[in-house]
């Protein structure tokens, strides 16, 4: 089991940017990924990447304008959201996943382990 615990959320306002931090317990063999959560909506995948290759899955909505990227020295995923949009506000969660591609694991919105959450509003 991965111990995930996320950072870096806040309000914002539309058009500028902010950087969501996941620290894993572990990194190695896990595929991780960003997750969106808006209110009223389902959990959709935004952004995953694989520890084996560092290939990535990005969705449309956020294609170009967030990068995921893995530091192994510190055991953290980071999601740079730039360009932010009101339609960008709810809660991310970090996960990780032990099987699969970061397309899969994305799209099916299934992982082995779960952080808790950070909320980001877009507002003016």
């Known amino acids: 089991q991965v111990h995930l615990v996320e950072s870096g959320g806040g309000l914002v306002q539309p058009g500028t940017s902010l950087k969501l931090s996941c620290s894993a317990s572990?990194?190695?063999?896990?595929?991780i990924g960003w997750f969106r959560q808006a209110p009223g909506k389902e959990r959709e995948g935004i952004s995953c990447?694989?520890?084996?290759?560092?290939?990535?899955y990005y969705a449309d909505s956020v294609k170009g304008r967030f990068t995921i990227a893995r530091d192994t020295a510190k055991n953290t995923v980071d999601l740079q959201m730039d360009s932010l949009s009101p339609e960008d506000t709810g809660v991310y969660y970090c996960?990780?996943?032990?099987?699969?591609?970061?397309?899969?694991?994305?799209?099916?919105?299934?992982?082995?382990?779960w952080g808790q959450g950070t909320q980001v509003i877009v507002s003016s």
């Open positions: 572990v990194l190695d063999d896990y595929a």
């Open positions: 996960a990780a996943a032990l099987y699969g591609t970061p397309r899969a694991m994305c799209i099916a919105v299934i992982a082995n382990s």
């Open positions: 990447i694989s520890s084996r290759d560092d290939s990535t």
